[in-house]
Structure formats: C-alpha cells, structure tokens
C-alpha cells in the first residue's frame, strides 16, 4: 500500500526554521516518483510551494518561498525534505506532499494538484510571535 506521511510541523516564532519530512512507504521515490509540497492557510485554497523530480536532478519553487526553503530527498530512507527557513506568519497553513508517478518524464516537476495521486494526512505549521 503507497503511504506518505508528513511530520516535523508545529509553533515557530517569525524569523525561524522548521523542516517537515515527508516519508514514503510501499513504493520507492527515486526514478519513479515526483514530490511536491503543498499548503493550505485557514480560508484559503490549497498552493503549491515545491516540487522535486522523480530523477531528483531538478526542484522549482513558489516565488514566495524561493531563497528560504529547500526541497530535497533522502534515496536511502526514501524521504523527501522541506527546509523552511527565516519563517514569516503567512507562511502559516497545513503542509501536505503529495506524490506522482513519472518514470518516462524524470525531469518533470509537477505543480498542480491534479498532477498528484497520492497525498499525505498533512502536518500543521504555525508561524506566530
């Protein structure tokens, strides 16, 4: 069974750094799959902030976020990574990633949800003083 769980949110005042783990089971990330991460902020739609590709050679990133966050991807512990740094309160939401399988297109970095077939539960952030 294909499973992704996130962990690593939680209360951070502005200006620091959190990094969410995104964990994949039952199937194997590199070659086959890309990840991306997603928020959604109370009363707000769901966002797309980074992507990773299957082949791991390529990331893109939200405007909002470029220059503080890093995606990344652990090949041995089958994990994908999302370091946020210098935090500001809109950054504040529930961060979910999400997974889709691109073997053919490795260089492929899917934003939109529809790209995506299998998400995690989600883990909330709170940037706040």
């Known amino acids: 069974q294909l499973q992704l769980v996130e962990s690593g949110g939680g209360l951070v005042q502005p200006g620091g750094s959190l990094r969410l783990s995104c964990a994949a089971s039952g199937f194997t990330l590199e070659g086959y799959y890309a990840v991306g991460w997603f928020r959604q902020a109370p009363g707000k739609e769901r966002e797309a902030v980074s992507c990773i590709t299957s082949g791991g050679d390529s990331t893109k990133y939200t405007d909002a976020v470029k220059g503080r966050f890093t995606i990344s991807r652990d090949n041995a512990k089958n994990t994908v990574y999302l370091q946020m740094n210098s935090l500001k309160p809109e950054d504040t939401g529930i961060y979910y990633c999400?997974?889709?399988?691109?073997?053919?297109?490795?260089?492929?970095?899917?934003?939109?949800?529809?790209?995506?077939?299998?998400w995690g539960q989600g883990t909330q952030v709170t940037v706040s003083s």
């Open positions: 999400a997974a889709g399988r691109y073997v053919v297109a490795q260089h492929f970095c899917p934003t939109t949800s529809t790209d995506f077939g299998w």
